[in-house]
């Protein structure tokens, strides 16, 4: 028969698939949509993974035989799914470690990719030992690079990995690393080197020395040797995710650069790239539930699924994924790919002409539709202030817990003047000018105008009375964190715990007495308040899977309000919205750090976009807590940097 590809990469020929698949189709081979774990075997029996999400838990690569090589991270084993459609262990599953050895004695921990040469030898991004491994045909595990104290720069075995996660292999047998944010290479004989990257994590073209990469997820390579990388920028403020070539001389371009996909862009966390010899490049746009390649003139094709959520088999144009990551490209010329967010493999048969590039359309994200007519304008600022929070008072005194140590007073006058603290960090009663504080965050005013503060640093409550008298009232194991009154007068607040899904409200009485108030688990609760009727709102954070709003009625019982999946992904917030406040026609506004916006949920439960950052000129405007006053406008504790540093801004909506 005719020369085929499995990768572009490699040439084979005598290739025999057993059993013809449909072409243009997309077929689930093994695995449980949704369901993690270990099992070999074959069919829905077959388990993989563990509690995935963002991190690449399981990757695969396809062999020169047909089969399927699978890196299973949760479990440290490297399994085969063989061309008769069973799954097997072939190395590790020992343990962590890192014994070499034949392969049912050897160890690894925590891998990150596989890649297959023409002769079957298996390569192993072992990312928690910072190793690359090697299996040879004959079983045999080896280790080719890593381990060492040096620097890349020559022999491979000397040199130091930093968490190595990404494989390619060239047609000269150069084996191409990627770790967080550079790109290193092994040649046959051994030696070890740095491609482009390291001097820095940002999103930087230009050639070897100067290029930088932000946080490399997968890479492979074309058969003239150009390298095509998934750099996602993860920062602070950033989802940024783009797609990068770097050619033999080392010099990089970027291809593709996506709005963060909360904020409209087409990538949503990419998780696998793969490259036939020619070019062509297809991606698992993950967070969109979709494949896509990406042509030379820039533009995103749809190659399989509607970008809905599912597990649907069919037609390309009619399949749905959920997740999909890792994948590769078969001898016979069709994906196969890890879906289900690492749980199953499926596989996507071309038609006889190709993947119908452009007949399906490219996935899109949410549609927030703006609020026009919005004015901002600085309501205060204080070089330095580091606002986190606000009450505003009866008389419009506004009140601002500062996390550099002190509260600030806002008198209607718009000055700024220091209420307490400021005397370093600590943890002192008495008068106002003598207290030290530690991280205040939550902060409202009771029934008779006194402070009452939630300081997350102190794992206490604190009081400043009318006269500037500070007192502790509480202390508690946990970090207090959000503050606010129910309608009978209890002070409700959130504990932040120690660890995902340890998030507390405490309900504190007017005697003292205090208890736990059941709300739904949630990996964090990051924002709460009463709505105008007295109703409590909280906003739970789950990592992987995203953030719900719910009410408590009036039976003690929790409805959602709103449900959306994480930002990473495409969904309406990131983990870091934060305030919450309510007008008093039932209007619910939500700060969102990360993103830079406030959103508007009206009584109907529509979205609506009031301010982003495309308001501050692009700034770094990073809102969090806000109220809204008795006429409607909203104050907003905003963070920043440089000339936005230290304001609360004052939010105009145009009925107002």
Do not use: C
Not at 199 to 223: C, E, K, T, Y
């Amino acid at each position: 028969m005719e020369e085929i590809s499995l990768t572009g990469r490699f040439r084979y020929s005598d290739t025999v698939l057993a059993v013809p698949l449909p072409e243009g189709r997309v077929t689930t081979l093994v695995g449980r949509a949704g369901s993690w774990g270990f099992r070999d075997g074959s069919g829905s029996n077959v388990l993989f993974g563990g509690r995935a999400g963002a991190a690449r838990q399981v990757a695969l690569a396809a062999h020169p035989d047909g089969s399927v090589i699978i890196a299973d991270s949760w479990s440290n084993a490297i399994r085969e799914l063989s061309t008769g459609g069973a799954v097997a262990t072939i190395a590790g599953r020992n343990g962590y470690g890192d014994n070499d050895g034949h392969t049912s004695e050897a160890q690894f921990r925590a891998l990150g990719d596989v890649a297959v040469d023409p002769e079957g030898n298996i390569f192993v991004a072992d990312r928690g030992n910072e190793l690359i491994r090697k299996i040879s045909p004959d079983g045999n595990v080896s280790t080719v690079a890593g381990g060492g104290e040096g620097v890349a720069g020559g022999p491979a075995l000397e040199a130091e990995l930093d968490q190595p996660r990404g494989l390619a292999l060239d047609t000269e047998g150069n084996l191409y690393i990627i770790e967080r944010n550079r790109i290193l290479v092994l040649s046959p004989d051994g030696l070890l080197s740095v491609v482009a990257g390291g001097g820095g994590r940002s999103q930087i073209d230009g050639p070897p020395g100067r290029a930088q990469f932000a946080g490399l997820h997968d890479i492979d390579v074309d058969d003239a040797g150009n390298l095509y990388v998934i750099d996602i920028d993860d920062g602070a403020a950033t989802e940024f995710a783009t797609i990068r070539k770097v050619d033999p001389d080392g010099v990089v371009t970027t291809l593709l650069h996506s709005d963060p996909p909360a904020l409209g862009g087409l990538l949503a966390y990419p998780n696998g790239i793969a490259v036939t010899g020619g070019g062509t490049i297809y991606v698992s746009n993950s967070g969109r539930h979709q494949i896509v390649s990406l042509t030379s003139d820039g533009e995103l094709l749809g190659i399989a699924g509607t970008g809905a959520e599912g597990a649907d088999d069919g037609l390309a144009g009619e399949a749905t994924f959920y997740r999909p990551k890792s994948l590769d490209i078969a001898a016979d010329g069709s994906l196969v790919l890890f879906d289900q967010d690492g749980t199953v493999i499926r596989r996507i048969t071309p038609a006889e002409e190709g993947f119908p590039l452009g007949s399906i359309a490219v996935a899109e994200g949410l549609r927030v539709p703006r609020i026009e007519g919005v004015t901002v304008r600085v309501y205060a600022r204080r070089f330095g202030l580091v606002p986190v929070d606000l009450a505003l008072a009866d008389d419009g005194n506004v009140y601002v817990g500062d996390n550099n140590d002190g509260v600030w007073r806002v008198t209607p006058g718009r000055r700024i003047v220091s209420l307490a603290g400021g005397n370093g960090r600590g943890f002192v009663d008495g008068p106002a000018d003598e207290a030290e504080f530690r991280s205040p965050e939550g902060i409202v005013l009771d029934a008779d105008g006194n402070i009452v503060l939630a300081e997350y640093g102190n794992r206490a409550i604190r009081q400043i009375t009318t006269d500037g008298t500070v007192s502790t009232l509480h202390t508690f194991g946990k970090k207090p964190h959000l503050l606010d009154h129910d309608g009978d007068g209890n002070l409700l607040v959130v504990l932040k715990g120690d660890g995902a899904g340890n998030d507390e409200v405490q309900r504190i009485r007017p005697d003292g007495s205090q208890s736990e108030l059941p709300v739904p688990r949630h990996d964090s609760i990051s924002g709460m308040g009463v709505s105008p009727d007295g109703e409590l709102w909280v906003v739970g954070t789950d990592y992987l899977t995203g953030t719900t709003i719910l009410r408590r009625t009036s039976n003690g019982d929790f409805a959602i309000v709103l449900e959306t999946s994480s930002g990473q992904w495409g969904g309406l917030f990131s983990i870091h919205a934060r305030g919450l406040d309510f007008s008093a026609d039932g209007m619910a506004y939500v700060t969102d750090e990360k993103y830079g916006r406030i959103l508007r949920i009206a009584p109907d439960g529509s979205v609506a976009t009031v301010v982003d950052r495309e308001d501050f000129g692009g700034g770094e405007f990073r809102p969090r807590g806000l109220v809204v006053t008795p006429g409607g406008r909203l104050l907003v504790a905003g963070g920043g940097l440089g000339g936005i540093q230290g304001t609360i801004w004052e939010i105009t909506l145009p009925d107002e």
